[in-house]
C-alpha cells in the first residue's frame, strides 16, 4: 500500500511540475481603421537567433489569440500575418511567465501600384479553414535531407521510431504528393526518397472518404492526411536501390528497384534474381511500386510465399533459381484521363533431389531398401495488366 500512495505522490508532483513549466502569451488582433477584430491571423513564435517557429496558433472570431508554450530562454519574437494586412512582429528578451500583450492593430498592406513595394516575409504556418500549411522554406534542414527530416522540424508533428507519424497528437494515415499517392499510399517512399529542398508546402487535412470527398462533408475519422506540394520546377527526379549478395556453393541473391518522375508520369522498374528460394521483394515493395492499389487479390502463406493478382512470389520445395522482372507506367493524358499499366514476367527453375533409405526390422529378418529421385521443373509466367483510364470530373467554385 506505501508503495502504490508513493508513486501517486510522484506522479502528483509530476503533473504539478509539468503544468508550472506551461505558460501563456496572449492578445487581440484588431484592424488598426475599423477597430474590428480580425479572425484567423496566424500568431506564431520565433527564435530570434535561428528563426526556428517555437509554437504557434490563430485568432478566434472575436480576434482573441493564445500561445501555450514552455518558458523560453532566450531572445524571440512573436509575428502574426493575415492576408492583406502588413506583418506584425515584436521582439521580447525571454518568456518566463504569462504574457498579456493587449491589443494589437494590424495596418492594411499598401497596394499603391505605382510604388515598388518589397515582398513582406512568408509566415512558416498557415491555418487556411481545415487544412493546417507549413512553409517548407521557413524550415532549416541539412543540404542532403529528405521529407522525413523535414517533417522531424515542424511544430506537433512527431514521428515514431517505427515510422509513425503524428500530427498534434492525430495519427497520419495517407501521405500525397500534389494530391496523389507518390508510389504507394502510406507515403513511405515518399517521405524517405524525396529531398526536403524540391518541397514547397506541408498541408495536414483530415482524412475524409471517397464518400465524404464528392459530398463535401466534414471528415468523420481521427486521422490526418498530409499533401506535400512539390516546386513546379523540381518536380522530377529518380531514385532507387540496388542490392546483391554471393556465398558458398555458388549462391547468390540480387534485386533492384528503380523509380523515375515528372509531373504526373512515374514509370518502376523491379527486377531480382537468386537462388537461394527468395522472393526478392517484400509484399509492401511490390505493392507500392507496381500499382494495383491494395484492393487487389492477395494471399499470403506461411512459408512466406503470396501471390497478388493471380501472380505468385517466392515457395517452393528444393532449390528454387527465380528471375523477376516487372514495369508500372502511370500518367495523366489532357489532364482529365488517369491511366495505369503494368507488366510482370517471372521464371522459377526448381531442382528436387530426394534419396531414401529405410530398413525393417522383421521376426524372420531385416530388409534394407534405397531410393533415389530426381526432378526439375521450370515455370514462366506472364502478366499484363491493360491500360485503365479514369475520367474526373470537375466543377468550377
Not at 75 to 91: A, C, D, H, R, W
Not at 312 to 322: A, K
Request: net charge neutral.
Amino acid at each position: 500500500m506505501p508503495k502504490v500512495v508513493l508513486w501517486i505522490l510522484i506522479s502528483l508532483c509530476s503533473i504539478i511540475a509539468s503544468s508550472q513549466n506551461i505558460i501563456s502569451v496572449n492578445g487581440k488582433i484588431i484592424d488598426e481603421r475599423t477597430k474590428l477584430p480580425l479572425e484567423s491571423a496566424t500568431v506564431y513564435l520565433t527564435s530570434k537567433k535561428d528563426s526556428t517557429v517555437i509554437d504557434y496558433t490563430i485568432s478566434n472570431k472575436n480576434g482573441s489569440f493564445e500561445i501555450k508554450t514552455r518558458k523560453i530562454n532566450q531572445p524571440f519574437f512573436l509575428k502574426i500575418s493575415f492576408l492583406g494586412y502588413q506583418n506584425y512582429q515584436q521582439e521580447f528578451a525571454d518568456l518566463s511567465t504569462t504574457k498579456e500583450i493587449g491589443l494589437i492593430a494590424l495596418k492594411e498592406a499598401d497596394n499603391n501600384l505605382d510604388e515598388v513595394v518589397l515582398k513582406s516575409e512568408a509566415p512558416p504556418i498557415r491555418i487556411k479553414n481545415d487544412t493546417l500549411e507549413f512553409d517548407a522554406a521557413s524550415f532549416k534542414v541539412g543540404a542532403d535531407a529528405n521529407v522525413e527530416k523535414l517533417l522531424r522540424q515542424l511544430p506537433g508533428v512527431e514521428i515514431s521510431p517505427e515510422g509513425k507519424i503524428t500530427v498534434n497528437g492525430k495519427e497520419v494515415n495517407q501521405i500525397l504528393v500534389n494530391g496523389k499517392p507518390f508510389f504507394g499510399k502510406d507515403g513511405k517512399i515518399a517521405t524517405q526518397n524525396l529531398p526536403a529542398e524540391i518541397i514547397e508546402k506541408i498541408q495536414v487535412v483530415d482524412t475524409k472518404t471517397k464518400e465524404e470527398e464528392i459530398s463535401g462533408e466534414s471528415a468523420s475519422a481521427e486521422e490526418k492526411t498530409i499533401n506535400l506540394t512539390i516546386q513546379e520546377d523540381k518536380n522530377k527526379g529518380f531514385f532507387g536501390k540496388v542490392m546483391g549478395g554471393y556465398g558458398s556453393d555458388n549462391r547468390y541473391e540480387s534485386s533492384l528497384l528503380l523509380n523515375w518522375f515528372k509531373g504526373e508520369q512515374k514509370i518502376s522498374v523491379i527486377a531480382s534474381a537468386n537462388n537461394i528460394n527468395s522472393v526478392g521483394f517484400s509484399m509492401n515493395e511490390i505493392f507500392d511500386n507496381m500499382g494495383g492499389g491494395r484492393n487487389s487479390s492477395v494471399f499470403y502463406s506461411d512459408d512466406g510465399s503470396f501471390g497478388i493478382n493471380g501472380m505468385s512470389f517466392g515457395g517452393s520445395n528444393g532449390i528454387t533459381t527465380s528471375n523477376l522482372i516487372g514495369l508500372n507506367y502511370v500518367d495523366k493524358w489532357l489532364k482529365k484521363i488517369d491511366m495505369s499499366s503494368n507488366y510482370f514476367f517471372s521464371n522459377a527453375e526448381t531442382e528436387n533431389v530426394n534419396r531414401t533409405s529405410r530398413t525393417n526390422l522383421l521376426p524372420t529378418g531385416s530388409t534394407f531398401t534405397e531410393s533415389n529421385g530426381e526432378s526439375n521443373r521450370v515455370r514462366n509466367a506472364h502478366n499484363i495488366q491493360p491500360l485503365f483510364m479514369l475520367v474526373r470530373s470537375f466543377q468550377k467554385t
